[in-house]
């Protein structure tokens, strides 16, 4: 009902922390825009070509650089921590079609506008992704498409079951320094693991190209958040499909992760209005 609305708080999804790591790791390196391209894998760069974006969740905008670079009209990055969104001025200052704007993932405050929405890394860290989902199909133009990349569970029970128990009582909870100091520690072992052949799936002979810093900011990213979901297959499409969305499709990246796109309606936004 319209007049039960949630009650949201924009702070359980770490936004102060993911800041702290995005005012640390602002530089941008050839390894983001593969990760991009894996991320996004259902559009090609011609998808870009002369389109209007959302980006939900900006962080330092990395990922609103790589489709201006492809030809984008225009795009609106959004994020909520000061921090987060200096960063991702200072990424974007080449590229005055696209605006960098302090608005939470919760309250878009758009409507049947962009050509695509995306959220790469982000609807899974929040406390009620479905609202998120749906603000950013409302601002999708009819007919336009929505994207999210986040975690999979599959391939991931190691991470479940172990290291995530220790992010939710432990990490999620010190201080954000000292947390960045202590992943210096697993991303040593990690490096270690991965020069003598650890791990056979695809995300880890990805990684095994990486600079020791870009590990470490991965493991970083993994210590940090006090919400990180892992889902199945099965839980994204129906995430996707709860939001009113079409033509799904599912992507599994990197052999760990999900990438959901599907099409809004291409109906008018309002509906029963006569």
Same mark, same amino acid.
């Given at each position: 009902?319209?007049? =039960? ?9 770490? @936004? ?23 991320? #996004?894998?259902? *559009? ?7 389109? !209007? %974006?959302?980006?939900?969740?900006? $962080? ?15 795009? /609106? ?13 200072? !990424?974007?200052?080449?590229? @005055? &079609? ?41 601002? #999708?133009? @009819?007919?336009?498409?929505? /994207?999210?990349?986040?975690? $999979?569970?599959? =391939? =991931? ?6 290291? +995530? ?17 202590? +992943?210096?520690?697993?991303?040593? *072992? ?13 995300? %880890? ?53 999900? #990438? ?7 109906? &008018? ?6």
């Amino acid at each position: 009902m319209a007049g =039960n609305a949630i009650k949201v708080d924009v702070t359980s999804g770490s @936004p102060e922390r993911f800041g702290y790591e995005w005012n640390h790791y602002d530089e941008l390196n050839a390894d983001y825009e593969e990760q991009f391209r894996r991320w #996004t894998r259902p *559009l090609s760069v011609d998808d870009w070509r002369d389109r !209007t %974006f959302l980006d939900v969740g900006c $962080g330092m905008g990395r990922n609103s650089l790589w489709p201006m670079r492809y030809g984008a009209r225009e795009g /609106l990055s959004i994020d909520v921590d000061a921090r987060s969104l200096a960063a991702a001025r200072r !990424t974007l200052a080449d590229w @005055p &079609a696209s605006r960098v704007e302090e608005r939470s993932a919760y309250e878009i405050g758009e409507v049947d506008r962009f050509d695509i929405a995306f959220s790469i890394g982000v609807i899974h860290h929040l406390e009620h992704p479905a609202l998120a989902l749906a603000q950013m199909a409302r601002a #999708t133009r @009819p007919g336009g498409r929505v /994207l999210i990349w986040v975690y $999979g569970r599959e =391939n =991931n029970g190691w991470i479940v079951h172990l290291l +995530s128990p220790m992010r939710r009582l432990l990490f999620s909870w010190l201080p954000i320094g000292l947390v960045h100091h202590l +992943s210096l520690y697993p991303t040593a *072992l990690l490096w270690l693991a991965l020069r003598i052949g650890m791990g056979r799936i695809e995300y %880890f002979r990805l990684i095994r190209k990486f600079s020791f810093r870009h590990v470490r900011s991965i493991v970083f990213d993994q210590m940090l958040p006090k919400i990180a979901n892992y889902w199945t297959r099965a839980e994204v499409e129906a995430l996707m499909r709860d939001a009113g969305l079409e033509a799904i499709e599912l992507h599994w990246i990197n052999e760990m992760s999900w #990438t959901a796109i599907g099409r809004k309606p291409a109906v &008018a936004h309002a509906q029963g209005a006569a």
